[in-house]
């Protein structure tokens, strides 16, 4: 068991003459010192550097050295196995499970800030609106994370599924999914940052939401264009009812910017925002989404197809600074997104499709990509920037990516858009050749009308 005593140093004798007053810990003969709030001048030091009578820091200092042979009584079970650095950091970091509170609100927003220091946005939003789902429903805006129990989450989760929509808004079907699994996110950093399984400190010992039943995530009710729709916002015209210098018309702006995203896959705003430039004629980025989240920092390397190339001069950065000038009209991507989905909604109105918005083209482009041209599943996946499914993951890392696989795909999707053909029927391709990337017709189930 580790000794504790009072002590000063002439090591640690500041230029004024002053000696700061440790804690001196020995354990299985190794010895490290512990600093206290105290200082002695040199006149309460004898020449044996022990303290003079009359001083009175070894009383002072008795109830520290009290409390931390009680944290290493608590664990004498493993303190013979540590060494003297491991009781020290079990000494500074300790704090009683039994009184251990933990404001989760107060943590979750500290969190966040992190998050947006690092530049994860995204993420860093997600957090927040979950965060702010849990003040309106307790009402107040700390809660200890002892509070939050299975019972807890299950009110909250009642709460959630009740509760009005703002003013102007939709409410959304995934929200009880989406902000349990995003605070059961946070609960989990929570217990990573203050329990220690290696030290057996526990000061966070409840699963509440591992042990509530969470509703699934419904199937997105939001759709596909069809191959009519797209080919008609194709041939949307310019709406000359709008001039204003050195503003975009929103509906031609929601229309181009709709196309671009199809022609190169299914490209976020974001990524649009924040693209560079372009390298022998590829569009190389990573996807903002999951960047973060993924080993290979989720890498898209896209050939940019005539059809895309004419939409690029259009919107071309002029001070080369970023490959499009959105940057400079908009403060930031949320703004320009916002701005797209507006004109794309005008654009909805004149194809037949309410509520119109830049992800529309993104899974149009891979129902057409699967339904139409017949490209495997997995392309689609790897085209889109998904990660590889988990038991494909081992595979992926001896793997060297050909784009060119993505590049054909591309091709074939723009040609079938916009050639006169209407349907392709494929059956059972994908059981058929399961190696190829458009996989082969069978005579007897190829059709076109």
Known sequence: MPTFKTVIHPRYKRADGI??????????????????HYYASASEVNEKFDFKRGTSYVR???????????????????????????VVDLIKNYKDEENFKLDFIAFG???????????????????????????????????????????FVKRFIDFIENEKPRPG??????????????????????????NDEDMGTIRISLSPFTRTKVPPIP???????????????????????FKRRGDYNIRDFGRDIGLLSFFLIGINTVDLYNCTGIQNGRLIYNRTKTKNRRQDRAKIDIQIEPEALALIEKYRDPTGVRLFEFHRKYANSDIFNAQVNKGLKRVGELINFPNLETYTFR??????????????????????????????????IYITEDWSIVDRANRAVIDFVKSNKTEISLTNTILNNPYAVFPPIISNSYTIH
């Not at 000696?19 to 206290?36: A, D, E, L, M």
């Not at 995204?122 to 002892?146: C, E, S």
Request: charged share 30%; proline share 3%.
């Open 19 to 36: 000696f700061r007053v440790k804690i001196r810990i020995i354990h299985n003969s190794q010895i490290r010192y512990i600093p206290t």
């Open 109 to 151: 927003r500290t969190y966040i800030q992190q998050l947006r220091d690092k530049g994860r946005t995204g993420n860093a939003n997600m957090y927040k609106t979950a965060l702010d789902a849990l003040v309106r429903f307790l009402g107040r805006d700390t809660v200890d994370i002892n509070e939050i129990t299975s019972k």
């Open 219 to 241: 199937r997105t009710e939001k759709r596909p264009m069809t191959l009519e729709q797209l080919r008609a916002v194709f041939h949307v015209p310019d709406d000359d009812t």
């Open 60 to 86: 002072d200092t008795q109830s520290t050295i009290d409390e931390y042979r009680k944290i290493c009584n608590k664990n004498a079970d493993k303190i013979e196995t540590m060494n003297v650095d491991q």
């Open 169 to 194: 808004h939709k409410k959304g079907r995934r929200a009880p999914s989406l902000y349990c699994a995003t605070l059961k996110a946070l609960h989990n950093v929570a217990k990573a940052e203050y």
């Open 363 to 396: 899974r149009t482009w891979a129902s057409i990509a699967w339904n139409h041209c017949g490209i495997r599943d997995d392309i689609v996946d790897f085209a889109l920037g998904h990660a590889p499914r988990e038991e494909k993951k081992l595979a992926h």
